[in-house]
């Protein structure tokens, strides 16, 4: 197999004018087209890199109007595993959506004898667009979320009795969501969850709470000396906030990555000891409401694994000024500033790490960075002026963007694809589905499901087919063999794979499997999005007619990669499988 080898270019460090006022001698700029057939300044960069990431296709990619009524506006999206039902939900407190539940008992609204009969949470089956509604009692507006190891959903947070709430929806077919108010220490509004190595998960901020907790188990709650005072996020608190959901991501080292606004740290989960602080980040605010779209970057590994440090990247993009919120929201007649066109990227395992930025085609607040199975990521959703909030944006950005994580020729990042025609923008969703294709939900710019608005409540639903679903390449997607693949794996040890494709002949150069652990989904923020790419150990071929075993190394342990459900996905040519596999990876 081929190796990657890091580190071994250097490129010139270029300033690329008009890209910012400020040249920040911390800050890399590059220009892409000065360096030709070079891929900015990553310096990772092989040959061998950008021909198994990158498919070669001027296919724009295809939009389908997946349902046009999903009952629920999805604020909030996420796929669960293996029975493969999108779930989303919004919040109770408008007491209102497109779904009625299906019969008694309604909802007792709170503090009231009031009740309210509608579904605010709905699993929506991603093949058949057929609706399962679900009960939900305490409020969800602006949670938090990630799966369990057996892939259940834990959820955190929401609004008012919601705020301290723990629920969980498990995978079985008729599973409720269960439900543990005052689980939380501090309310949790606008919170950001992440997935520990060892499976713990623990909560970040919120409105009001500059501190952080571990999520008790179920059924457990946390006393007040359970929370843990954050300093950083009181410090990156504008008056406008701009530090609510923070960017939260496990390094490959154990540490927690956590950006707020424009700064970032390295925290040790266990010491709770601040370890490092990153360069800030000029150009404007990230977070909620300037809400910029963020990911962690594909993890690369290596067969048999020996390197003590695996290096963890993470992209920022777009965003907006520390004042966008304050000209949208509470002036008039309101001001809507364009949104930030830059993307960040840093090597969050290095303590030297510095921001290389780059151009976007175009603006963009609100987005989602959706990593794709090829290690590319995907730009969606958003707008191009204003601010998050009630009517607060403007000028939706239709164009899906594809960020080249190693590059293509000619040197662009970035290449658009084929425009949608629906506005995506505050409470907008997308997610990653096994087929590689992209569910596009949500948006509601307004205080209540409303329809005569500027931007009318979103219950449409779309799947995005990106340029690598080109038609002409369908001769490389390949088909797992499920029942000749591990589906439970475990870390360190080998798998195999069995895969079924047109071609008699393969080129193992092109083949590349990867490993992808489902997002939590909401306000432009995607918790626990990852992708690890995995080493292919040995490629046994035509072990029956067109059929190859791939042998891999499952991730060496859960920093790298958390214990838990994973989409399976094997790509060649840089077309993904027909069909991830759901896989466990497990202690
Ligand atoms: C929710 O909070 C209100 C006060 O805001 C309280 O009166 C009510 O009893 C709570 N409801 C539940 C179900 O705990
Ligand atoms: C970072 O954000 C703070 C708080 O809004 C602001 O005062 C500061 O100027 C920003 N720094 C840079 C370099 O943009």
């Known amino acids: ?90 919040a109770t407190v408008w007491k209102i959506s497109k779904l009625k539940l299906p019969g008694p008992p309604c909802r007792i609204v709170e503090g009231t004898n009031e009740q309210d009969c509608f579904c605010h949470s709905v699993l929506l089956d991603i093949e058949t667009a057929k609706i399962r509604p679900l009960r939900l009692n305490y409020d969800t507006w602006c949670s938090s979320g990630a799966l369990d190891v057996n892939g259940r959903l834990v959820s955190t947070g929401g609004y008012n009795n919601g705020s301290d709430t723990v629920r969980i929806l498990d995978i079985c077919p008729n599973c409720e969501w269960q439900e543990y108010p005052g689980a939380l220490g501090n309310g949790r509004w606008y919170a950001t969850q992440v997935t520990l190595g060892d499976g713990r998960f623990m909560v970040f901020g919120g409105r009001n709470f500059p501190t952080y907790e ?72 990230r977070n909620y409401p300037a809400s910029g779209s963020s990911c962690l970057l594909p993890i690369r590994l290596q067969p048999d694994e020996t390197r003590k440090l695996i290096p963890a990247e993470v ?63 995907l730009l969606i959703n958003g707008a191009q002026s204003g601010s998050a909030g009630w009517d607060d944006a403007r000028d939706p950005n239709f164009t899906p963007v594809v960020y080249h994580v190693h590059g293509q020729k000619g040197g662009s990042k970035f290449t658009e694809l084929a425009p949608s025609k629906i506005a995506r923008l505050y409470h907008s969703s997308s997610v990653l589905l096994p087929d590689g294709k992209i569910l596009i939900a949500g948006s509601n710019t307004n205080p209540g499901y409303m329809d005569n608005a500027l931007f009318p409540t979103e219950v449409r639903v779309e799947k995005f087919s990106p340029h690598y679903l080109d038609p002409k390449l369908a001769k490389f997607r390949l088909e797992i063999v499920l029942d000749q693949s591990t589906n439970q794996i475990n870390y360190g ?60 190394q499952a991730p060496i342990n859960g920093n790298i990669a958390p214990p838990g459900y994973y989409m399976l996905f094997v790509t060649y040519n840089g077309v993904p499988c027909r069909r991830a596999m759901w896989v466990q990876l497990l202690l």
């Open 214 to 285: 571990f999520v008790p188990p179920e059924g457990q709650r946390n006393a007040k000396n359970q929370v843990f005072p954050f300093k950083f996020l009181a410090e990156t608190h504008d008056p406008v906030e701009n530090n609510l959901y923070p960017f939260v991501y496990l390094s490959t080292d154990g540490n927690l990555f956590i950006f707020a606004n424009n700064r970032s740290i390295l925290l040790n989960p266990n010491t709770q000891q601040i370890l490092h602080e990153f360069p800030v980040l000029p150009g404007g605010a």
């Open 493 to 552: 040890k080998r798998f195999t794979v069995q895969i079924r494709g047109d071609d008699e002949a393969l080129d193992e150069q092109k083949l590349q499997v990867n490993i992808y652990y489902p997002a939590f989904t909401t306000h432009g923020i995607s918790m626990n999005q990852r992708l690890v790419q995995l080493g292919t150990v040995q490629v046994i071929k035509n072990v029956a007619p067109k059929t190859h075993n791939i042998i891999l």
């Open 1 to 90: 197999m081929t190796m990657f080898r890091r580190g071994l270019c250097i490129l010139p460090v270029l300033f690329l004018s008009g890209n910012c006022q400020f040249l920040f001698p911390f800050l890399h700029f590059d220009n892409p087209a000065s360096n030709g057939l070079n891929f900015g300044s990553d310096g990772d960069i092989t040959k061998e890199g950008v021909a198994q990431d990158n498919v070669e296709t001027a296919y724009k990619g295809k939009w389908e109007l997946f349902t046009e009524n999903s009952g629920v506006s999805a604020m909030h999206l996420l796929i669960l595993p293996k029975i493969d039902q999108a779930l989303m939900f919004d």
């Open 315 to 377: 992209l920022i993009c777009g965003g907006t000024s520390h004042e966008a919120f304050t000209l949208a929201d509470l002036k008039r007649p309101k001001v809507f500033v364009p949104a930030n066109k830059d993307c960040a990227r840093i090597d969050i395992t290095k303590r030297n790490g510095k921001w290389k930025i780059q151009t976007m085609p175009s603006p963009r607040i609100m987005g989602d960075a959706v990593v794709l199975p090829t290690g590319d990521v």
